[in-house]
């Protein structure tokens, strides 16, 4: 726990940014596709909040603070790199359905979602993890990424069409059959 905190209202409000790191690690690699740079920007945006908690004027609203914070170290990191993040290798996602066939199809299916996800364009993909995966409201999506309430709702909309058309797509494709 943060030590240097003045008052006891600051000390909890810390202890609650440090419980959100699994959160946040999430939604960072669900826009990167890259745990390592996941954990980076989920460790950056904790050291920012940690470090402005001062400048949060309402609790209830640390969860979309934190976002905020995170979009902005997303936002930072792609103006260095300067470079398409499309082109990173997934990560396959651990599956415990018994049986070999149950893993191969439920790690084929994380496959495809995560390959579809990633073909979003960048908006459409914040919108769509943060509503979808974390369960934001809109207007906590609209404030943690400093865009209108309407522009949250359009890029979802069109997200999620997107999303049914690369997944119908996908499934459409004809798969290779294990033979016994």
């Known amino acids: 726990m943060v030590k240097w905190l ?7 409000l810390a202890g609650k940014i440090e ?12 826009w990167s596709h890259d745990a390592a740079l996941a954990d980076d920007l989920a460790q950056e ?14 609790a209830e609203r640390l969860s979309s603070w934190l976002f905020s914070i995170l979009h902005r170290c997303w936002i930072d990191h792609l103006r260095g790199r300067r ?4 082109e990173e290798a997934l990560a396959e996602l651990p599956c415990e359905l018994p049986g070999p066939d149950g893993q191969a199809e439920a790690q084929e299916t994380a496959r ?4 579809a996800i990633e073909a979003l ?13 974390e369960q934001f409201t809109y207007a906590e999506v609209a404030e943690a990424l400093a865009i209108p309430i309407g522009t949250v709702m359009s890029r979802l ?11 119908e797509a996908a499934a ?6 294990s033979v016994k």
Request: charged content about 35%; hydrophobic content about 40%.
């Open 112 to 115: 495809r979602v995560r390959a």
């Open 45 to 58: 945006a904790l050291a920012r909040g940690l470090a402005r908690i001062g400048q949060l004027r309402e």
């Open 157 to 167: 909309c069109r997200a999620r069409e997107a999303l049914r058309g690369l997944l």
């Open 19 to 30: 419980a959100s790191r699994e959160r946040l690690y999430r939604i960072a690699f669900a």
């Open 172 to 177: 459409a494709q004809p798969r290779l059959r």
């Open 83 to 86: 470079d398409d993040l499309d």
């Open 121 to 133: 364009p960048l908006g459409q993909r914040q919108v769509l993890t943060l509503v979808d995966l």
């Open 6 to 12: 003045q008052t006891r209202a600051q000390r909890e």
